[in-house]
C-alpha cells in the first residue's frame, strides 16, 4: 500500500495506477498500513511514527534535513527529490548573484561587478550546482570550479574538486554559490575562518539550506568588508520553522528571498517536482533499477 | 589637432601619440581649432559651437541623442561609441529580467517566473541586443528573437527580423528587452497599442533610452496587468536631465536602476569604453578602413 500525505493531481495519481493508492490522507489508520509513504517533510515528521509497515519513503522535497530520522527504522530506505527543483533554484541563485553585482533597487549603487569570465565556486555538484554552472558557463563565461562528493554533470565544471580543496577553491573565485544539502558535513560549513579567506569583492549565494553558512559570522563578515555581497534564498530556523526576520535584511550589501526557489517558485515547479517524486517511487516498486537518491542515513545520523 | 574634452587615461593617451592632441580641456581657445573632438554628450554640447574647424566627432558614449545636432555641420562626421557597453549592459538586462522574475528583495512575492526556455523579443540587433541573446540562449535556452535594421551578431538571434515584424513578435514573447537607440524612429515605439499587444505575464526590460517606452503608458499598463513586470536602467529626461524619481517605483511589478548600466557600472567599464573610442578615432585618423560607428544624420534630424 502506497500513501501519499499530500494529495496528488490526476496525473501524478495515474502514474501509480497499477498499485495500491491511498491519496492525500493523513489519517492514522492509513499512515499505519502503509509500506511506501509519499510526503513533503513536515507531513512526514507528523505521521512517519504510526507507519509500522514501512518499507520506503519518498519525499517530495529535494532536502531531507527535516525528517525524523531517529524514529525512522534502519530497515526503511529513504528517498529525497533532490534534482527536481534544479532548473528553478539554479535560475534562482543566478537572478540573485545578478541583482547584487548590478544593485537592482539600491539607491546609492557602488560600483557594479562584471559577471563574464569571473570564477565561480559551485558548492554541491548535483542536480542545482550542476545547472549553476551550465548558465555560468555558457551564458557568462564564467569559470567554474565544482566542489563535491559527486557530480551529476562534471562536463559542466571546469574544474571538478572534491572538498578537500574547499579552502583552496573559497580563495580564488568572485563568486561562490552555495547549493549544499544540510547535513552533517555541511552544516556550519562557511563559517568565519572560511569566510576570510575570500576575496574582497566576493558574491556569496546560498540556495541550499541557511545552517551551510554561519549566521553571526557572515553578518559580521558583510558589515566588515563593505565590497562583499552576500544572497539567500534560505533562511537559520528557529524551532525548526525558517526565521525570514533576519538582521541581514537592514545591511546594503545583502539582496534575499523568501525561500521561493524550489516548490513555492510557482504552482507548475511544484507539481513538476511532485510527479518526479512520483516516478521515482514508482521505479522503486517496479524494481526497474532507475530508482534514484537514495539517502545515506549516516550523512544525518 | 584633436581635442578631448575629457581627461584620457595615459593609456588611451599613448594610442594617440603620433597625433597632435590635447588632453583634457575645454577651453574656447583649444576646442576652436580642433579638427577632430571626442568628449562625452553632455560636454560636445557645451562646447561644439566653437569648433571652426571640426571634421570629425567621436563620442564616447554608446548613444548620440544628446548630441546638438543642429549645430553640428553636415560635413562633420559623427562616431558613436556603440557596442563599447555591450557586455556590462546584457548582463544588467539579464539581471533585471531575473530580478523581476524571482522578485528579489519583494516581500509578499508572488509566483516566481521561469527564464528557461521561454521566448525573448529583442528590440535591436547591435552589440549589447547580440549580447543580450547571447546569454538568453546559451545560458538559458531561451528562443531569441531579435528586431532590428542591421545585426551585429545575427548568429546569436534564432529569427532576426526587420522593425515591419515588431507587433507579431510582441505578441508572441514572454521577454521582451528594448536595447535601441534613441532616435526618430524609436521615439515612443512601445506606447499603449504595443503595450497591449503583450502576454500577461510578461517581462519588459528597458536598457537603451526611456523615450522609446512612453511612461504613462508603461504605469498605466502595469498597473492594469499586475502580472506584467517592468524593469528599467533608463529614466525619462525632463529638461535633457534623467528624472529618476518615477511614479513606478511606488508599483510592486517594477524594479529599477540609476542609469549604470553602461559607463556609470565601473571604472574598468568606462574606461575600456574610452580605450575603444579612442582606437575608433584612431583608425578614422590612419584612414585604416576600420573605423565604425558612422551616425547617420538623418536618424536623428
Known amino acids: 500500500l502506497i500513501v501519499s500525505t499530500y494529495r496528488l493531481s490526476e496525473k501524478s495519481e495515474s502514474l501509480l495506477n497499477e498499485f495500491n493508492l491511498i491519496n492525500g490522507s493523513d489519517k492514522k489508520e492509513d499512515v499505519s498500513k502503509a509500506t511506501v509513504l509519499l510526503g513533503w517533510p513536515d507531513s512526514l515528521r507528523r505521521n512517519v511514527q504510526f507507519a509500522e ?9 529535494a532536502g531531507v534535513d527535516d525528517l525524523p530520522f531517529h524514529q525512522i527504522p534502519e530497515s526503511v530506505k529513504i528517498f529525497s527529490n533532490a534534482g527536481a527543483y534544479s532548473q528553478s533554484v539554479s535560475e534562482h541563485a543566478i537572478a540573485l548573484i545578478l541583482s547584487l553585482s548590478k544593485s537592482v533597487n539600491r539607491k546609492d549603487p557602488p560600483a557594479s561587478y562584471g559577471v563574464a569570465g569571473k570564477t565561480m565556486a559551485i558548492l554541491g555538484g548535483g542536480g542545482i550546482g550542476s545547472s549553476v554552472a551550465k548558465i555560468a558557463r555558457n551564458g557568462f563565461g564564467c569559470r567554474t570550479i565544482g566542489i563535491s562528493r ?12 572534491p572538498v578537500e580543496k574547499l579552502d583552496y577553491v573559497l580563495g580564488s573565485a568572485d563568486i561562490v554559490v ?18 576570510e579567506k575570500m576575496r574582497k569583492k566576493v558574491v556569496i549565494v546560498n540556495v541550499g539550506r541557511a545552517e551551510a553558512i554561519n549566521e553571526e559570522d557572515i553578518y559580521s563578515f558583510l558589515v566588515g568588508n563593505p565590497e562583499a555581497r552576500f544572497g539567500t534564498d534560505v533562511f537559520w530556523r528557529v524551532n ?9 535584511w537592514t545591511l546594503p550589501n545583502f539582496a534575499g528571498t523568501y525561500h521561493r526557489a524550489g516548490a513555492p517558485a510557482s504552482p507548475e515547479v511544484k507539481e513538476e517536482a511532485v510527479e518526479l517524486a512520483v516516478i521515482n517511487a514508482r521505479n522503486y516498486l517496479l524494481h526497474n533499477g532507475r530508482v534514484r537518491n537514495l539517502v545515506k542515513r549516516d550523512d544525518y545520523v
Open 178 to 195: 552555495c547549493a549544499l544539502p544540510l547535513n552533517k558535513s555541511t552544516h556550519n560549513l562557511l563559517a568565519r575562518n572560511r569566510l
Open 150 to 161: 559527486s557530480f551529476q554533470h562534471p562536463e559542466n565544471f571546469d574544474e571538478a574538486l
Open 240 to 248: 525548526s520553522a525558517e526565521n525570514f526576520a533576519s538582521k541581514l
Open 53 to 61: 509497515h514501512l518499507e520506503a519513503i519518498q519525499t517530495f522535497s
